[in-house]
């Protein structure tokens, strides 16, 4: 349930970044914060587990960033 919420949040940052690109920076920051929020307090675990606790989190914060991304270097290669 968790994958598919990310995957529709990136695909929403995706669609933002390509119709509004300077707009959809505060989303994309916006949820990169609570996701870092939530790899950090998994880091917080005792060896091993802290990286497998917090692993999740930062692959949806590098998925997230990178829709965004995506979306405005495909607005930005457009000829209008």
């Not at 529709?8 to 690109?21: D, G, Q, S, Y």
């Not at 870092?36 to 917090?54: C, I, M, Q, V, Y």
């Not at 999740?56 to 960033?65: D, E, L, Q």
């Amino acid at each position: 349930m968790v994958i598919v919420g990310v995957i529709a949040l990136c695909a929403v940052l995706a669609v933002l970044a390509f119709l509004a690109p300077r707009l959809s920076r505060g989303p994309e920051h916006g949820t990169q914060r609570a996701l870092g929020f939530g790899s950090r307090a998994g880091g917080k675990a005792p060896g091993p587990l802290g990286r497998l606790f917090s692993k999740p989190f930062r692959s949806s914060s590098r998925a997230v960033g990178r829709s965004g991304s995506a979306g405005r270097r495909t607005r930005g290669r457009l000829p209008f």
